[in-house]
């Protein structure tokens, strides 16, 4: 390509473009945009920079001058004010539906070390531009990568005048801030200005790293830090190629609240561009049980086939057999709660004598999925993998085989494997054969493989282990990471039928859920909620409201509420607004109750054909955190066609009786039904502009309570 006095303009489609405006070489100015955002980069003098963004219909440009990026490289700080050779700039699509421009640098000395490419993508109709960097190591050694800020941003919004709406977006911080794994979304937002930007992280666990104010107004999405609890590290063989993460912004303007952003453009976004795995099936799930509460590993043949039959009379669709069908190659039965018996997964033949395909050949005519727990980390002492393979194992910083979940051996006599090894393949080769030979549908995958959510103990995560595919203790949470995401890809292109449940445990901290994972595995066990309504429900509520929806709500699998709870009904309706899991005993229901909750059942799935509303989760306009004494509500309506869906409203002992419910997403000049579930009772027909505007009422008399709607477009054609 010739840069010398040239200008031109190339129309990527209707809506996105990508431009170039060059006297000469060291002087280039190049722009990508779509309807709604710009972006413009200057290559000067051989920088490359961010010269500003801004949004289309705004005078305001939030995003200034900026140096785009920086890392260190064998301890050398880069950044795009660094010196680089513009190498080559090129059009393409990603595979999300996106299209944008790579750039390529070269370091600017006579004998250049690395090489990076950076990626930035416009999408048609929405202000968000998503970004990462490919790095290649142009050295004749070993190079490492650390501290690496993929959005290195210098804005307008003033620090004093700016919320920092962090931890899921859902609580808010004022002036310097730096934000952890419980950070895939921030959002700055400038009062004085009514305008903020999104900052979306999809880097994966505990690597991740969002930060604002840390100079002057400035933003940062990326990796942490090498000083940091669990530091990024990434080495490089010579002409090794590593590409981050990706990160992505979104611009908004006009707006008062800055969770606006993630309640529409960011939900946009996930929904229709990033795509997590759950949204991609077909087929999502709407109900689905689990042993674990309250049989915990005390579990045998019979005692599934009861528990199964009774389940399937309520409508159940997943059927899961939590930890304690499993045995080593011993043969010996568990007969402690729980840590037993883990690594070499085979069927306990004294609790199930004919093994598991007949159970799972029951479960299946009773017309629900079979599913099983498993810890795919985790290996007792007394297993034949362990024995065979302690090279495996993760070490601590003595040198022993360490156990991530807790403190110490003692405390469960298991130790940690790690995906840094054969392990990966190892355990794969498990629920390979389990799909395979089983028939097994539903994969809840748990406990640490890099860090622990219970230990304070900071030394006790990642693997001192050598000989590994990590290089030392600060590349291991890289490598165990993508290695575990790798594992979940790879069971999805030989099992794709296969639904992967990774539980927080697995993600690593309390309750953590991210893009990343999201990305990979269809559903995140969240917790173990075991309280009974009306406390159990409200704690489903909040959590749902917590992670969503900056997390897709089919994602979250919020255990442990029981369907033997005489208020259970509260608690399912709580449920619907995620992906609805159950446990308890279900033979302790009469048969009426039975009846009720496979009607429910029945209700969903049909709503679920009729509009896919498990793809879609938004806030209700006027209602925020579930808590006591208030109303609280979600819809979860199809934005996309806006033929319909559900909406749920819930009293938490609020004092008030009724409510006016509003709804958004609806065409406004088109009549909606709007029928109470699961009955179909009419509860009014209006225009989408009138449940928009003036809303409907909502009447609950008891203390505790909820109800479901369905919202339904009459005229669809």
């Known amino acids: 390509m010739n840069f010398k006095f040239i200008y031109f303009s190339i129309l990527i489609c209707s809506s996105l473009s990508f431009s170039q405006n060059n006297k000469n070489q060291k002087n280039s100015i190049f722009e990508i945009a779509n309807a709604s955002v710009s972006r413009s980069f200057n290559n000067r003098q051989n920088n490359w920079q961010t010269a500003f963004i801004h949004l289309k219909d705004s005078k305001d440009t939030l995003v200034g001058k900026s140096k785009d990026f920086s890392f260190l490289w064998n301890g050398k700080r880069y950044s795009g004010l660094s010196d680089w050779t513009l190498v080559k700039t090129t059009n393409f699509k990603d595979e999300d539906g996106g299209k944008g421009l790579s750039v390529t640098l070269k370091e600017k000395v006579v004998n250049p070390s690395v090489e990076i490419t950076i990626f930035y993508v416009v999408y048609s109709d929405i202000p968000v531009i998503r970004k990462w960097i490919q790095f290649k190591n142009l050295a004749s050694k070993e190079s490492n990568l650390e501290d690496l800020t993929v959005e290195d941003l210098s804005t307008n919004l003033n620090k004093i005048d700016s919320w920092v709406y962090h931890n899921y977006a859902r609580m808010k911080h004022l002036m310097k801030y730096e934000g952890d794994?419980?950070?895939?979304?921030?959002?700055?937002?400038?009062?004085?200005?009514r305008a903020g930007i999104a900052l979306g992280n999809e880097a994966v666990g505990v690597l991740k790293r969002t930060a604002f104010h840390t100079t002057e107004n400035n933003v940062e999405i990326g990796l942490t830090k090498p000083s940091s609890t669990y530091p990024f590290r990434k080495w490089l063989a010579p002409n090794e190629t590593w590409e981050s993460y990706k990160t992505f912004i979104c611009l908004y303007s006009n707006r008062n609240d800055g969770f606006d952003v993630v309640n529409n453009e960011v939900n946009t976004f996930t929904t229709?561009?990033?795509?997590?795995?759950?949204?991609?099936?077909?087929?999502?799930?709407?109900?689905?049980?689990?042993?674990?509460?309250?049989?915990?590993?005390?579990?045998?043949?019979?005692?599934?086939?009861?528990?199964?039959?009774?389940a399937a009379a309520c409508g159940i669709e997943e059927f899961v057999i939590d930890d304690g069908w499993q045995v080593n190659a011993h043969g010996k039965s568990s007969i402690r709660g729980w840590g037993e018996n883990y690594g070499d997964w085979h069927v306990d033949k004294t609790k199930f004598p004919n093994g598991l395909k007949p159970v799972f050949d029951y479960i299946k005519s009773l017309g629900m999925k079979p599913g099983l727990w498993i810890s795919i980390a985790s290996a007792t002492k007394d297993s034949k993998v362990y024995k065979e393979h302690p090279e495996w194992f993760v070490k601590d910083e003595e040198g022993k085989i360490g156990n991530l979940h807790f403190n110490s051996e003692q405390d469960q006599g298991f130790y940690t494997a790690s995906f840094g090894t054969e392990w990966k393949d190892y355990i794969k080769d498990v629920i390979v054969r389990l799909v395979k030979d089983y028939g097994l549908a539903y994969a809840k995958l748990d406990l640490a493989v890099v860090s622990s959510p219970y230990v304070n103990n900071d030394s006790i995560a990642g693997s001192y282990a050598k000989g590994h595919l990590y290089k030392d203790h600060s590349e291991s949470f890289l490598v165990l990471y993508d290695r575990l995401l790798q594992f979940f890809d790879e069971l999805h292109e030989e099992v794709p039928e296969l639904f992967i449940d990774c539980t927080f445990e697995t993600a690593g901290k309390?309750?953590?859920?991210?893009?990343?994972?999201?990305?990979?595995?269809?559903?995140?066990?969240?917790?173990?909620?075991?309280?009974?309504?009306?406390?159990?429900?409200?704690?489903?509520?909040?959590?749902?409201w917590w992670r969503s929806p900056v997390m897709p709500a089919a994602s979250l699998v919020i255990g442990n509420l029981p369907m033997d709870d005489p208020n259970f009904m509260f608690g399912f309706k709580s449920l619907v607004g995620t992906l609805p899991i159950v446990l308890g005993d279900p033979r302790k229901l009469s048969e009426e109750k039975k009846n009720l909750i496979h009607s429910w059942a029945t209700w969903l799935k049909d709503k679920q054909k009729k509009y896919d509303y498990m793809a879609y989760r938004k806030d209700l306009p006027g209602f925020g955190e579930p808590q006591e004494g208030m109303w609280d509500g979600w819809q979860r309506i199809n934005f996309e066609t806006k033929k319909g869906g559900l909406v749920g409203v819930f009293k938490q002992g609020a004092k008030e009786p009724e409510r006016t419910v509003f709804i958004n997403d609806l065409f406004s000049d088109k009549i909606y039904d709007l029928r109470k579930a699961p009955n179909g009772e009419l509860v009014c027909q209006k225009t989408g502009k009138d449940l928009m505007e003036n809303g409907f009422p909502v009447i609950i008399t008891e203390s505790y309570g909820g109800e479901i709607f369905e919202i339904e477009l009459l005229d669809s054609k």
């Open 510 to 544: 309390l309750h953590m859920m991210d893009y990343a994972f999201a990305k990979h595995a269809e559903g995140n066990w969240l917790s173990n909620f075991e309280e009974a309504s009306p406390v159990g429900p409200l704690r489903v509520r909040q959590m749902a």
């Open 272 to 310: 229709q561009y990033m795509k997590p795995q759950v949204l991609k099936l077909n087929e999502k799930p709407t109900f689905v049980y689990n042993t674990w509460y309250p049989f915990r590993t005390h579990i045998n043949d019979s005692l599934i086939r009861s528990v199964a039959k009774s």
């Open 181 to 193: 794994w419980d950070d895939p979304l921030v959002v700055v937002h400038d009062h004085s200005k």
